[in-house]
């Protein structure tokens, strides 16, 4: 092998390495040591770091314990992109949970954590907002249990003895050790949030968490659109321009064919560009939050219904669709399919959970828009349609189960 030629495979390899460590930091902002890809990330930080700032404004803090991508949403009324099965109690207990934490010593066990969390549900300002928490209530023990896998997940909390199962059935308990520098990192805003108590709504407040200082001169703002439309990009499964305001429109439509290219190039992803809007298409699907097609029940009946408001939109009737037709359809295919979908979907009323699982999903992919009692089919939905199925029965097994969904969507 030639000197140019080691030199050509080392450039390549280089750039693979820095593609796969771009695509973990989007997939995991918040990495720490255990993950398959950290290593290349330490190797590579100082590109990552220039790139992600000069891209998309994000900063890329990389320690020996962790790495630290502070991402900003686009969109802060974005309720798609939350933690699986999490609701607002639960988002209230773990705000509890990460305040107790902070002041604990290096080690806490599950129970020692409920009893805190207890303490600091009396305060009067929570109480007033009609947020309790005791143990005495199996619903809320699963709350607990709940936020105690997440923080396990984010790597906050590492399990050191016990499990989580044993203390819901109370029967034992679960010993963690608390990452301090990961619970430091976990928290992502422009101010601290002491400095907001009390100023605004709560949705005033939290705006103004993530936002940065107002851009001043023609470049800084051109700059701005920039990250902003980079961030909506690689975040959102699409970018429509009916949903940008005149000044983002008028620069997305210049500058979306050299920003997506840019883009894509880096994160090994596909530009796609259309009439409506544009989308970064990941053909391996590591960066989507939820996968379309995919197997089991559910799946089958969100691609069902896409393939039924993808036909309306191919038809010229873009119209929203009332509920109630959504949940015939798939009543209707409930019979249908009753051979390989779920028991429980023969039962009265189950079409209405099918409905919402669909829906929810769809929403995330941004394929439809809620409206009220209706949803409104969005223009990329017409991308999916419903080939002829190949049951075999060497699959039903896999038909009958369901993946787990993921936290949210990308």
Same mark, same amino acid.
């Given at each position: 092998?030639?000197e ?17 460590a771009?695509r ?27 790139? *992600?700032a000069r ?8 320690e020996r314990?962790?790495?630290?991508l502070?991402?900003?949403?686009a ?10 099965? *999490? ?6 207990? !773990? ?12 080690q ?11 303490e600091e @549900? ?10 309790? *928490?005791a !143990? ?8 607990l ?20 199962a ?8 679960a ?11 976990? !928290?992502?805003?422009?101010?601290g949030?002491? @400095? ?9 407040r939290?705006?103004?968490?993530s936002a ?20 909506r ?18 620069? *997305?439509a ?6 997506g290219?840019?883009l894509?190039q880096?994160?090994?992803l596909?530009?796609?560009h259309r009439?409506?809007g ?6 391996a699907?590591?960066l989507?939050?939820v @996968?379309?097609p995919?197997?089991g029940?559910?799946?089958?009946a ?17 119209t929203a669709?009332?509920m ?17 979908? =779920?028991?429980?979907?023969q039962?009265p009323?189950a079409?209405r959970e099918?409905a ?5 999903? !769809?929403a995330?992919? =941004?394929l439809?828009a =809620? ?12 991308r ?7 049951l075999?029965?060497?699959?039903q097994?896999d ?12």
């Open positions: 092998m030639t140019a030629a080691i030199v050509d495979a080392r450039t390549r390899e280089i750039a693979e390495e820095r593609q796969r771009l973990a930091l989007l997939a995991r902002p918040l990495m720490t040591g255990g993950h398959p890809a950290f290593a290349l990330v330490r190797r590579h930080a100082d590109h990552l770091r220039e790139w *992600f891209e998309c404004g994000w900063t890329l803090r990389v314990s962790h790495a630290r502070a991402k900003r949403a969109d802060h009324h974005d309720a798609t992109r939350g933690a699986a099965g *999490f609701q607002r109690s639960r988002y209230v207990l !773990l705000c509890l949970a990460l305040a107790v934490l902070e002041r604990h010593d290096i806490i066990t599950l129970k020692n954590l409920g009893e805190a969390l207890m @549900a009396q305060d009067p300002a929570l109480a007033a907002s009609g947020f309790e *928490f !143990l005495d209530r199996q619903s809320q023990r699963s709350d249990v709940e936020v105690c896998r997440l923080l396990l997940e984010l790597g906050v909390l590492e399990r050191i003895a016990g499990d989580e044993a203390y819901l059935n109370q029967s034992g308990d010993l963690y050790d608390i990452r301090r520098p990961v619970l430091a990192a976990l !928290l992502v805003s422009a101010r949030p002491s @400095a907001l108590a009390g100023a605004g709504t709560s949705a005033e939290l705006a103004a968490l940065g200082a107002t851009p001043q001169g023609d470049a800084a703002r051109r700059t701005a659109l920039r990250h902003h439309l980079s961030r990009l690689l975040d959102d499964p699409v970018v429509y321009l009916a949903e940008l305001d005149h000044e983002e429109a008028a620069y *997305f210049s500058q979306r064919g050299p920003m290219h840019r894509a880096a994160g090994g596909d530009a796609e009439a409506e544009s989308a970064l298409v990941d053909a699907g590591d989507t939050d @996968a379309l995919q197997q029940t559910n799946a089958h969100t691609l069902l219904l896409a393939e039924f408001l993808a036909e309306r939109v191919r038809a010229g009737t873009r669709v009332p109630a037709e959504v949940e015939a359809l798939l009543r209707q295919a409930a019979r249908e399919h009753r051979k390989y979908w =779920r028991k429980d979907t039962e009323g079409e099918l919402a699982i669909a829906c929810g999903r !769809l995330a992919l =941004r439809l =809620r409206q009220g009692d209706s949803v409104l089919p969005l223009p990329a939905v017409c999916f349609k419903l080939g002829e199925a190949d075999r029965p060497a699959r097994a038909l009958l189960g369901d993946a787990p969904d993921a936290a949210g969507a990308a």
